[in-house]
Nanobody, 125 residues
Framework: GAAAGVGGGLVQTGGSLRLSCAAS????????IGWFRQAPGKDREGVAC????????YYVDSVKGRFTISSDNAKNEVYLQMNDLKSEDTAVYYC???????????????????WGKGTLVTVSS
């Protein structure tokens, strides 16, 4: 299977973006999904992960109250709504899927089954 994230771009501080990730050859509903990011010179980190329902979520502290992860199983897509963007949100964002509940492991990025192609988000001050 393969997946690709889209929706990144250049946005000013305080702005919003919605990232989408569409999969081919795999069904997101069969996996646990998450969004991850990697800023220049920094390690990859888990941003938001979705558990068994839309109410079962994990967010890294720095994005709580600003980002929302969701999915549309009919479209086989996952989304990351990002509001009130800050310069420190600048990174390449990736969607990923795993057979293990990512919310149970703090949205940890290592060893996941599938990674989508990243999309660059740049927040300018």
């Amino acid at each position: 299977g393969a997946a690709a994230g889209v929706g990144g771009g250049l946005v000013q501080t305080g702005g919003s973006l919605r990232l989408s990730c569409a999969a081919s050859g795999l069904t997101f509903d069969d996996y646990y999904i998450g969004w991850f990011r990697q800023a220049p010179g920094k390690d990859r980190e888990g941003v938001a992960c979705l558990g068994d329902s839309d109410r079962d979520t994990y967010y890294v502290d720095s994005v709580k109250g600003r980002f929302t992860i969701s999915s549309d199983n009919a479209k086989n897509e996952v989304y990351l709504q990002m509001n009130d963007l800050k310069s420190e949100d600048t990174a390449v964002y990736y969607c990923a899927a795993d057979q293990n509940d990512l919310t149970a492991v703090g949205c940890y990025y290592a060893g996941l089954d599938f990674w989508g192609k990243g999309t660059l988000v740049t927040v300018s001050s």
